[in-house]
């Protein structure tokens, strides 16, 4: 699933709109990562490169220029090459980035250095993010320098330097249909797995195995790579918030942590349950886990447009600090207790991260100082959790290792929300029920 090539075309266009008259916006493509030897990572894009071009490719420059005769979005990338393409796969060229991808204007990758700095000469303000790709930074700069040694022939350097950032996260935030339709199905998919994974855990099993029940539905029905490593952690491995380990043996008795979700034409989904290794709950198992569950209905009950961003974390704070109190993990006030965040020995990770392109996605969380305000095509995760670490001697041994948390993605609309991820259980009863039907 893919999305149309004239949405990204569309998105270059209103971030043209945006851009001051007599300026440039450059951006390069994400550089190849070498895993080892001779042998590289595989090639992920760059998420604002993808966001505006849809292109898939390394060694590519985005080049916007508001107002230029022979095409305002010009794409640099490899020129064709069979010899190349006979072992590296097909290469998009410059026929291709004007016909398919519908840039207005393409050149070879090879030639930028002459191109581009007449491109960049005259501009009064140049967007780029500086600091995030050094090689490419020391590019920019030779390209400006030439243009500077060239002042006593009437040549203008330009004067401003701007972070693209500020326009382009914000325009990402907001998800379009396209996008949702997207994002729905790589949370089906995810939700899929996690469902898998609930039917095929049985106490002796490692957790990489559960792990590869994960990647092989994400795989079959056609997401190639998860949007994050994925976690997958028995007992007390839950208590480790970015447990990757993944190769413990899971015990009859334990819970089991399963947070991962997989990615689809570059969009995340994140998801987390948690659910007992043999089927059953236990009953101190099941009375945190309830609690857990109760917050993040009270934080998804109040994702609503027109809260604010923490509106959700405040709720999700209260049921938990109220449900320690009620267990006795915590005495005293939930008021004072929340006031001295002491909910922060068992829940020390906010509720909920923005969702899209990244898995943590861009977007301010704060508008002038202001927590804000949520509205319809916003994308979040709520996700809390409480955390018993082994080491905690200060609660009753009942509870020491029991990490669990609960994770859906949530959509904005216009009356409410969406919880796209509600494919697989999370009331306790129905997770059993669902752990019955072995596969
Ligand atoms: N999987 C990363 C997170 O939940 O934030
Ligand atoms: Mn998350
Ligand atoms: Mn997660």
């Given at each position: 699933m893919k999305l149309a090539k004239s949405e990204y075309r569309k998105r270059r266009k209103a971030l043209l709109q945006h851009m001051v008259p007599n300026s440039i916006a450059i951006l390069p493509s994400a550089p190849s990562k070498k895993r080892n030897r001779d042998t590289e990572f595989a090639y992920r894009q760059d998420s604002d490169f993808y966001y505006l071009s849809g292109v898939s490719e390394a060694d590519a420059v985005l080049v916007l220029v508001p107002g230029?005769?022979?095409?305002e979005a010009i794409l640099f990338c490899k020129e064709k090459d069979p010899e190349f393409e006979r072992w590296n796969g097909e290469l998009i060229g410059q026929e291709q980035a004007v016909a398919d991808y519908l840039f207005d204007d393409s050149f070879p990758i090879a030639d930028i250095d002459d191109i581009l700095p007449g491109l960049l000469e005259g501009k009064r303000r140049v967007y780029y993010s500086m600091g995030l790709d050094e090689k490419f930074d020391r590019h920019l700069m030779e390209w400006i320098n030439q243009i500077r040694g060239k002042v006593r022939s009437g040549a203008h350097p330009p004067g401003e330097f701007v972070a693209l950032e500020h326009t382009l996260h914000d325009m990402r935030l907001y998800k379009s249909p396209a996008e949702i339709k997207v994002m729905r199905k790589a949370a089906q998919i995810s939700a899929d797995a996690h469902v898998l994974a609930m039917q095929h855990c049985r106490p002796g099993m490692y957790e990489y195995q559960i792990e590869g029940v994960l990647l092989g539905e994400f795989l079959r029905q056609g997401a190639r790579f998860p949007a994050y490593s994925s976690i997958v952690g028995g007992g007390a491995n839950a208590c480790v918030l970015h447990y990757v380990e993944n190769n413990a043996k899971l015990n009859k008795g334990d819970l089991l942590l399963i947070d991962a979700g997989c990615e689809l034409d570059n969009y995340a989904s994140d998801i987390t349950r948690t659910f007992p290794v043999s089927g059953k709950f236990s009953a101190p198992q099941q009375a945190l886990y309830e609690v857990v569950l109760a917050a993040q209905a009270a934080a998804i009950d109040v994702a609503l447009p027109g809260n604010h961003w923490n509106h959700p974390h405040e709720a999700a704070v209260k049921t938990l600090t109220q449900g320690l109190v009620d267990l006795k993990l915590l005495n005293g006030s939930v008021s004072e207790l929340i006031e001295k965040e002491a909910y922060r020995a068992f829940y020390m990770h906010r509720t909920g991260h923005w969702l899209g392109m990244d898995v943590h996605d861009v977007g301010d969380y704060k508008v002038g100082g202001q927590w804000r305000v949520l509205e319809a095509g916003m994308v979040f995760t709520v996700e809390p959790g409480l955390y018993i670490s082994p080491?905690?001697?200060?609660?009753?041994?009942?509870?020491?290792g029991i990490g669990i948390r609960i994770e859906d993605d949530v959509l904005l609309t216009r009356s409410g929300n969406e919880v796209l991820t509600g494919g697989v259980p999370k009331a306790v009863a129905d997770i059993e029920a669902l752990m019955k039907t072995h596969k």
């Open positions: 230029r005769e022979h095409g080491e905690v001697t200060t609660v009753d041994e009942k509870w020491r």
